[in-house]
């Protein structure tokens, strides 16, 4: 009865389309199975995102490419990195379900990564004005923030103020941290 009882719920999720929010298998089966449109990505506001909304048109402002699978939130699974103009995210494949991640509410500027011994670490970088830097350098492990670094720079007037971590500092400090986590 039981057994029955199971197929008959598992039929009727498959007819009202919510069975299409799990996936069984391993992350670049999740992965495929978005960019086929058969399963969407899960924001913390509890939206979806699904392959078919993303534009892949590069002569569009708005557009997405495809990148690379890489363990960016160091817990041992790839992530698939979706890139864009003005930033992008990864998608990430827990419990059966693909999440967006890191769902940060206000990313600032282009999102890239980086491996510094043997560890991934996420980037924000605004540095397109020119009187201002800004970078936000955060590793995880899983979903947990294991760190997060900001360092900024502001120029006015004759006047260069460098900041980690919203506490004032000096050139040296500030370049050593982008050196280091930026590679700049």
């Known amino acids: 009865m039981k057994k029955i009882f199971g197929i008959l719920v598992l039929f009727s999720l498959f007819l009202c389309g919510c069975a ?3 996936t069984n ?4 089966s999740c992965f495929e199975d ?4 058969k ?3 899960h924001r913390s506001d509890g939206t979806e995102l699904w392959n078919k909304d993303l534009i892949y048109d590069d002569n569009d402002l708005n557009y997405f490419r495809i990148g690379e699978q890489v363990d960016v939130d160091n817990d041992g699974e790839k992530e698939q990195l979706i890139d864009g103009l003005g930033g992008g995210f990864f998608l990430d494949c827990r419990n059966n379900q ?5 769902d940060i509410a206000d990313p ?3 999102m890239t990564y980086r491996q510094i011994e ?3 670490w996420i980037i924000y970088k605004d540095a397109l004005h020119s009187n201002r830097e800004y970078y936000r350098i955060i590793k995880y492990k899983g979903t947990e923030t294991i760190e997060d670094i900001e360092i900024k720079k502001f120029e006015e007037e004759n006047k260069i103020e460098y900041y980690i971590n919203s506490e004032l500092s000096t050139e040296e400090a500030f370049l050593n941290i982008k050196m280091k986590y930026i590679g700049e």
Do not use: M, Q, R
């Open 108 to 110: 600032v500027g282009d």
């Open 98 to 102: 693909l999440y967006i991640w890191p």
């Open 39 to 41: 399963i969407s990505a």
């Open 25 to 28: 298998g391993s992350p670049e």
């Open 20 to 22: 299409n929010e799990k």
């Open 34 to 37: 978005f960019f086929n449109n």
């Open 118 to 120: 043997d560890e991934y």
